[in-house]
Structures are given as C-alpha cells and as structure tokens.
C-alpha cells in the first residue's frame, strides 16, 4: 500500500509538472506535437531532483555543461541548437534554485520570505 502511494504521488507530481512546464514553454497551444520533449525531460529531471536530492550536484554541472555547449553551437554549428542547449541548461539551473529556496529558508540566511 505504501508503493502504490508513493507512485500515484509520483504520477500526479509528473502530470502536474508535465503540464506547468508546457504551459510555461507554449502557452495554451495545444497543437505543437514535436515539441513536447523539452517539458518531458523537464519534469523528469525535477522529480529526480526532489526524490534524489543526492544528484542534483550532477544536474548543477550538466546545466553548466548545457550552458558551455550554447555557446559552442553558437559559435560554429547552428543558432537554433544552442537556443535549444541554452535553454534546457538555463531550465535546469533556475529549477536548481527554486528547490534550494526551502533549505535557506530553513536554517535562516532567508530571513523575510
């Protein structure tokens, strides 16, 4: 019974992140079918970040490695891949510290929030 709680939390969790992330990237159109990876991984990475805290050390650097890679498509390969790289690298960053927040909150170097 616990699993099975565990695991709907962890599906409703996803659903909710799945469609927050896509609205935040699309807006309300519904009709963009491929590009749906992005608000995916997303949400893969951010349930991976709370229920796996101890990894979230490997999601800082590949944001970082995300970030370096922008700047070397967009330096030789192609705009449209680093404004992808760049983006998915900036996403991770900025879910990083929204997850950081509740901790310095809580052993207050936050002191007014």
């Known amino acids: 019974m ?25 807006g309300l159109n519904f009709d963009v079918e491929n590009k749906f990876i992005k608000p995916i991984l997303l949400s893969i990475a951010t349930l991976t970040m709370i229920y796996k805290p101890a990894l979230r050390i490997l999601f800082l650097i590949l944001g970082f490695v995300m970030l370096g890679l922008m700047v070397i498509f967009y330096l030789f390969i192609s705009i449209e891949s680093a404004g992808v790289m760049g983006g998915f690298g900036f996403s ?22």
């Open 2 to 26: 616990k699993i099975f709680k565990l695991l709907t939390k962890i599906i409703v969790l996803f659903l909710f992140l799945l469609y927050f992330y896509y609205i935040l990237d699309y």
């Open 92 to 113: 991770i960053l900025v879910i990083l510290v929204c997850l950081y927040i509740p901790q310095l909150i809580k052993y207050g170097y936050v002191k007014d929030f």
